[in-house]
């Protein structure tokens, strides 16, 4: 069998924080542009969609990368699959504001708060587990 000149295993525990971090981030700011949006700012609506959809690419790419390493715990598989269909949420929420119904400002602003909570329990969860491994194999 061919062997890739990298190790998937380095690569994982390498990028898993650097997106973990990047998806925090992006729902903290994705929280004040759509603060600005609703206060009148229409040129940010562009970068909120966009940004809200490249976090569900992240999003995506990490809880497939929590089902495929042998060592994620049950607890993150768990927190990142809820993430996911939050954000999955979120972006629904987003499109029926576009088309109109301001009734559910509520709901988008309240799962966009949620949104950065989870963020902030799973990477919680990832680094506790990374750091409960690192002392079990040292
Ligand atoms: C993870 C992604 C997202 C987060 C965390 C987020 C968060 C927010 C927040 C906190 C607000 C302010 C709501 C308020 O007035 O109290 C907002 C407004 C808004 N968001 Fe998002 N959002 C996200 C994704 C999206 C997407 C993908 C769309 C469109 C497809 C969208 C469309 C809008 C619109 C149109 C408003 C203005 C609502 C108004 O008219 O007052 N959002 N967003």
Redesign the pocket.
Known sequence: MITPPWDLGDLVVKFVPVLGTLVLLG?IV??V???Q??GGSDVL?GP??L???I?LILVVGLTAIAFRTKTSTLYSKITIIVLTVV?LL??AL??Q??NGA?AM??S??MN??L?VVLALVTGGITSMNARKQETQTA
């Open positions: 729902a994705q929280v542009l759509g603060f949006v609703a609506v909120h969609i940004f809200g959809l976090g954000v979120q972006i987003g499109f504001l576009l301001e400002v509520p988008h602003e966009g708060l949104i």
